[in-house]
């Protein structure tokens, strides 16, 4: 079975600050799918990111960045002059199929993320 | 607009009141699922759908029940609700296949008291 663990349970940061949150996966499976979403106080989750095995591109969307490694089995995302909008719980999520049906998603138990005005 | 609709989105109810959570996506796709999210546990699921009439236990099951008669709802069932099911459940439908974008609704806010 797989797992993700986010280690990071809570982080507070002053504005403007850069970020780093931590994604460790497992998996046997060779074909994977991995994902950030992200849950502001209002509860809903907001899609961010969704990266294949076979793609260890780094990924960068305007303040956000992804770094996947498959040697350390590692997805973390790093947010740049972090601003208060930023907090919200992060989720890091792992599906074997990225449809989400067979085996669903395998989510990380989220990092509250604070950024201090 | 691509949708995934829940409802209700806030529910306050007593232990052992049979209720459900309803499900509904407009965008014609093969797999549903459930999800609760707890503090500190994260997200987990409840059950899935890989299609009508297909459904299987996620990793947390007991104490609920599904169905998938038609392909655009999949109803969540607690058939006596306990306050260990005080949750925010979410509902999420994606396309067959690798590389589909997974659609969550906005969640329902459940407390049993």
């Known amino acids: 079975a797989q797992k993700v663990t986010q280690a990071q349970t809570e982080i507070s940061v002053v504005e403007k600050e850069d970020v780093t949150l931590d994604c460790v996966y497992e998996t046997r499976d060779t074909t994977y799918y991995l994902f950030w979403y992200k849950q502001p106080p209002s509860g809903e989750l907001v899609f961010l990111i969704r990266?294949?095995?076979?793609?260890?591109q780094n990924e960068i969307s305007g303040r956000y960045s992804w770094n996947f490694q498959k040697s350390t089995s590692s997805f973390n995302f790093t947010i740049t002059a972090s601003q208060v909008v930023d907090s919200a719980v992060y989720f890091c999520a792992l599906s074997l199929y990225s449809g989400g049906g067979a085996d669903g998603l395998t989510f990380g138990k989220g990092t509250h993320l604070i950024i201090q005005p | 607009e691509a949708q995934v609709t829940q409802n209700p989105r806030y529910l306050i109810t007593v232990t052992g009141k049979k209720l459900t959570v309803t499900c509904s996506q407009n965008m014609n796709h093969e797999y549903m699922s459930w999800y609760r999210q707890d503090p500190g546990l994260g997200l987990r699921q409840i059950y899935y759908s890989m299609n009508v009439e297909v459904t299987d236990k996620g990793d947390v099951p007991e104490g609920y029940k599904v169905s998938r008669k038609e392909k655009r709802n999949f109803p969540l069932i607690l058939e006596s609700p306990s306050p260990n099911q005080t949750s925010l459940y979410f509902c999420?439908?994606?396309?067959?296949?690798?590389?589909?974008?997974?659609?969550f609704g906005e969640g329902s806010w459940l407390t049993v008291v």
């Open positions: 990266r294949n095995s076979f793609d260890e």
């Open positions: 999420a439908s994606s396309r067959r296949g690798s590389g589909n974008t997974i659609y």
